[in-house]
């Protein structure tokens, strides 16, 4: 792959990494020649760039000095110290801040992570423009000017830019595994329905990837904390207000897929506020806009509920963040099936099963199997009693079962009135048609009762 100028992904990557940098765990010396100021009440910036570092300072130069060698100087670098184990990071900062007037930085007294970072950064944000930099990512050399000539044209409130994936190997290794490089598009007017999908579809909408006019964010209430939390569920409702967008035909950042903070990681409470504040504004969208195409829709919910299950698979071997992204100790196998529970309760949640049909249940089955990290004996003392115990028993047992015994336990799954949404009754109609009128006959009037509570459940959505 060869990127523009001619430059190979390799030595882009080399370049963005390690290229020509100053090392700020040393002292600055100053103001260096090449170094720049925004003298207060003077002159304000295009962009501002937010960061959050957290202890590991690995990457922490390579970050930095990826602005730095921007072409675009237009900038402010806003940086929020969130250790609570080491002075280094803080060290790096105020060397940095000393070599170059444009670097600011601030201090928090406990980790707040990312999202709740960037709520707090932009409280201090000057720039025209926002956007976000992961202390162990990078921008690409020229990002930002082809950014700025953008802006200059269209005045987008959102711009959205494809990315390269990299693995961060130690020392100078850098591994790349990829580029998201998309088709350059405009949206300014017409459908925000389509847009959403065609974003969707086009680049990793949902991570660091944009840039946002900070007027309008402040207009619609997006801090990327709340109510709308970080870039999954703020960018999905961005999309739906924004009057203009533009797509980027270019790679603007470099991820570092393997040093992330959160990646692996279960958020507590998050079917709420990332994957059901996502469908809230995708559903809102689609009904404000009367948008009919079936398979964009699908798309659009799949996307969703893909993450939302596969989160899952992190609550149920107990790897868990709170909301400021800090471990959370001694998740016990209770706390994971009452977790479980509440978030299939959610009318959110209940409402992409029903659209994803069988294959939600069976994509929730395989993701909660991950329980199975603990003992089974464990695991059915600790769910007995549950309105989950039904599901548990299929997860655990499924292989074993015969085809009616899983049939019966999807039917007690279904009659559990927690389950309002009727989770699982597509697989309940696979497997019932499978078994025979025999083994649905022996189900009595739990059979009549399952059909009774989803008829009643599709009228009631039907109204919705």
Same mark, same amino acid.
């Given at each position: ?14 370049? $963005? ?21 925004? @003298?207060?009440?003077?002159? *304000? ?15 922490? =130069? %390579?970050? $930095? ?7 675009? *100087? ?9 250790? /609570? ?7 790096? &900062? ?5 070599? /170059?007037?444009?670097? #600011? ?31 162990? !990512? ?18 987008? !409130?959102?711009?959205?830019?494809? =990315? ?20 350059? #598009? ?18 990793? +909408? ?20 709340? @109510? ?11 999309? *739906?207000? %924004?009057?203009? $967008?533009?797509?980027?035909?270019? %790679?603007? +950042?470099?991820?570092?897929?393997? *040093? ?46 893909? =993450? ?33 529970? !509440? ?27 991950? &329980? ?11 769910? #007995? ?39 699982? &009754? ?5 497997? %019932? ?18 059909? #009774?509570? +989803? ?10």
């Amino acid at each position: 792959m060869e990127e523009a100028g001619g430059r190979s992904a390799e030595d882009m990557l080399e370049h $963005i990494y390690f290229g020509e940098q100053r090392d700020f765990s040393k002292g600055s010396g100053g103001m260096a020649d090449d170094g720049r100021a925004w @003298p207060e009440g003077v002159e *304000t910036p295009l962009f501002s760039i937010m960061m959050a570092v957290y202890n590991d300072t690995s990457l922490l =130069n %390579a970050a $930095i000095n990826s602005c730095l060698r921007q072409t675009c *100087t237009s900038w402010e670098l806003l940086i929020l110290d969130n250790s /609570d184990r080491s002075g280094e990071p803080w060290e790096m &900062i105020q060397n940095a801040m000393a070599y /170059d007037g444009r670097i #600011r930085g601030f201090r928090s007294e406990r980790n707040v992570g990312w999202a709740k970072g960037s709520q707090v950064l932009l409280g201090h944000a000057r720039g025209a423009y926002v956007t976000f930099l992961s202390a162990d !990512d990078c921008l690409c050399p020229g990002a930002m000017l082809r950014i700025q000539e953008e802006i200059g044209k269209n005045h987008p !409130d959102v711009v959205f830019v494809g =990315n390269v994936f990299t693995n961060y190997l130690g020392g100078r290794e850098v591994e790349n595994l990829g580029v998201v490089w998309p088709e350059y #598009r405009l949206y300014a007017g017409g459908s925000r329905s389509q847009a959403l999908v065609e974003i969707m579809k086009s680049v990793y +909408y949902n991570s660091m990837f944009h840039y946002e006019k900070r007027s309008f964010l402040e207009e619609h209430g997006m801090d990327f904390f709340e @109510p709308y939390y970080g870039d999954c569920a703020t960018m999905t409702y961005a999309i *739906t207000k %924004a009057e203009s $967008i533009v797509v980027l035909d270019m %790679a603007a +950042y470099c991820l570092t897929m393997n *040093t992330s903070q959160t990646a692996g990681n279960y958020g507590a409470s998050s079917q709420d506020y990332v994957f059901g504040s996502q469908w809230r504004s995708a559903k809102a969208l689609f009904q404000r806009e009367g948008y009919e195409d079936v398979d964009g829709m699908h798309y659009v919910t799949d996307r969703i509920f893909q =993450n939302y299950v596969a989160s899952l698979k992190n609550l149920c071997i107990g790897r868990w963040r709170d909301r400021y992204m800090n471990p959370m100790e001694g998740v016990t196998l209770p706390d994971i099936l009452e977790e479980l529970g !509440d978030s299939l309760k959610g009318d959110d949640i209940g409402e992409l099963f029903f659209h994803m049909g069988s294959s939600g249940f069976h994509a929730l089955v395989k993701n909660v199997a991950a &329980i199975k990290f603990y003992p089974e004996k464990e695991i059915r003392d600790a769910v #007995r009693g549950s309105w989950v115990e039904p599901l548990l028993k299929l997860v655990l047992g499924r292989r074993r079962m015969s085809p009616e015994e899983r049939l019966e336990s999807i039917c007690d799954f279904l009659l559990k009135e927690e389950n309002a949404w009727c989770i699982g &009754i597509y697989a309940f109609q696979e497997w %019932a048609a499978q078994c025979g009128e025999e083994a649905c006959r022996l189900l009595g009037d739990r059979l009549e009762r399952v059909l #009774r509570k +989803y008829q009643e459940m599709t009228e009631r959505y039907g109204g919705s």
